[in-house]
Structures are given as C-alpha cells and as structure tokens.
C-alpha cells in the first residue's frame, strides 16, 4: 500500500523568489505530514514563477514564457532539494522549457530521494499551445522504476490519446501520474474521462492533479478549473464508478492535497482475475475489424 498526495494548486501571485520557494516547501510538507509518499502537482505548476518578473512582463504571454527561462535551473534545484529532504517522490507539474533547438516543450521532472529521474514532455499538444504559444511536441515515452512500483507521466491532453498510456502499459507501468491545466468545466471533464478510460484500458490507476482558482495577472494561467482525484479499474474489489477517491469540491480557493491510498498489488491482480480482461484481450480489437459487409 503507497500514499498518494495530488494537489487541486491555486494559482497565487509570489512576486518574490522567498516567496514562491517557502510556498512550495509549505505545501509539500503538508502533504508529506500526512504521509504522502508520492506528490503530484498539476500541469504549467511551474508557471507561477512568472509572478517574479514585472507585471509587464509576466502579463504578456510570450514574454513571460521567456522570463521565466533563468529560474529553471534554480527551481529544478529546489524540487530536488525538497525531495531529498522529506524522502518523497515528486512530480512538481510542468513548466514550458526553451530546448537547445529552439523550441519550447512541455516539460514534467520527476524527483525522488535519491535526486531527479528524469523527465517526460508532453507529446500531444492543444491549440492553445500550438496556436498561440508556439510549444512543441516531445517524442518519447518514459517509465521510471521507482520503489513504490514503476511510474509513467501523461500531462493533461496526453491522457485522451489511448496509445499514449497503452505503450506506458506495455514498458511496464502500473501508475499514471496525470498534471492538469483546464480553464473550463468541459476541459476539465475531457482529461478526468481520459484518464479513467485509460484506467479501465489498462487495468492500471491514474493520479490526475488540476489548476483551480484564477490568475488576472497571467495570460497562461488565467481561469482554472478542475478536481483531483485516483482513477482505478472497475472491477472485483475496486470502486464501481472506477474512482478510488476524488477532492470534495471542484476548484477551491486555496490549494488542497488529496490524501489517498492504493495498493498497486491489487490493481494488478484484476489483470488475472477480473471480471474482464481488457488489457490482454486490446490486440484482439485489430483481429476483429474486417471489410463492412453489404
């Protein structure tokens, strides 16, 4: 049995490094005394660090993405640090990162206790980020062997893409760990009902944590909407609904940890002996499709 922590994270205005460094280590130490073991945070978390620059700078869309570009370095040490120091694994969202080609890309890290091991880009992107940001597309899926089981990363969009999570599933993956960044109730829905398909897919659970609150001063994080929450298989000894434990309330006014427990043995178990076998029998979708019939 593990203990999972997944942030519903307020977008608040910290205008100072200080600030922004005593409001992260706060926050995961509240999960951590609540014996989290592994901390989610959402999608574009990474973003509230655009509150340190001028507001002319941190309200303009392509400026702030670029203001932010000297504090990665410095708060990639910081997620390290807090890892480390509470003996957590952390996933503290995404951030858009200028690649050495020139290019953005939606970038999640995941730290443990032993350091960072390593990272997952967002490979589908929306045409908010395509469109208006100009972000691009990462090309590689990546499994990280942790010692609460093996772990993948989806961000937000990803999780409606059935192939991503099935290719996590076939490199080993039990965990999905969904970061999230919805302005809308209907966005919101889209990635909460990925996110259980790809659970019931895979017969594997998903983590999902969202953005909630609003953000005048920023034109990336504006309005946001969503609800935490651990997605399971529906099936013997698993919830009905497929939800193993959800926040009580849909974008708070401040941020909250969803504590909540799973047992990875069990979730693997319905692979053998569940009311279906959704995971083993995907290939035989292929052998069943043939010419329409007149």
């Known amino acids: 049995m593990i203990t999972l922590a997944a942030c519903q994270y307020h977008i608040d205005l910290l205008e100072t490094w200080d600030a922004y460094a005593r409001h992260l280590t706060t926050l995961c130490e509240e999960a951590v005394a609540q014996g989290a073991q592994l901390l989610l945070l959402p999608e574009y978390a990474g973003l509230v660090l655009s509150g340190q620059l001028p507001a002319a700078e ?23 640090q807090i890892a480390r120091d509470c003996g957590v694994y952390l996933q503290p969202g995404s951030m858009p990162v200028l690649d050495e080609d020139g290019q953005y890309r939606n970038r999640a890290w995941l730290f443990g206790p032993q350091g960072c091991l390593g990272s997952q880009d967002k490979l589908m992107m929306t045409r908010f980020e395509l469109e208006q940001w100009n972000i691009a597309a990462g090309s590689e899926l990546n499994v990280f062997d942790t010692d609460l089981g093996k772990l993948g990363i989806l961000i937000c ?7 991503l999570a099935r290719g996590l599933a076939e490199q080993g993956a039990d965990l999905i760990l969904a970061p999230s960044c919805t302005d809308t109730a209907a966005g919101f829905y889209r990635v909460r009902i990925g996110a259980q398909a790809r659970a019931l897919e895979n017969q594997i659970a998903v983590l999902q944590s969202p953005t909630v609150g609003m953000a005048a001063w920023s034109p990336a994080l504006d309005e946001n909407t969503g609800r935490a929450a651990l997605y399971v298989p529906s099936d013997y000894g698993m919830p009905a609904n497929g939800i193993a434990a959800e926040s009580p309330e849909l974008s708070p006014a401040r941020s909250q940890w969803l504590i909540c427990q799973l047992d990875l043995d069990e979730v693997r178990r319905v692979r053998d002996n569940g009311q279906v076998f959704t995971r083993r029998d995907w290939p035989k979708q292929f052998g069943c499709v043939g010419p329409a019939k007149h």
């Open 58 to 80: 941190r309200s303009d869309l392509h400026a702030s993405i670029a203001g932010i570009q000297p504090l990665v370095p410095r708060w990639l040490e910081l997620c390290e």
């Open 157 to 163: 969009y990803d999780n409606e893409f059935p192939m």
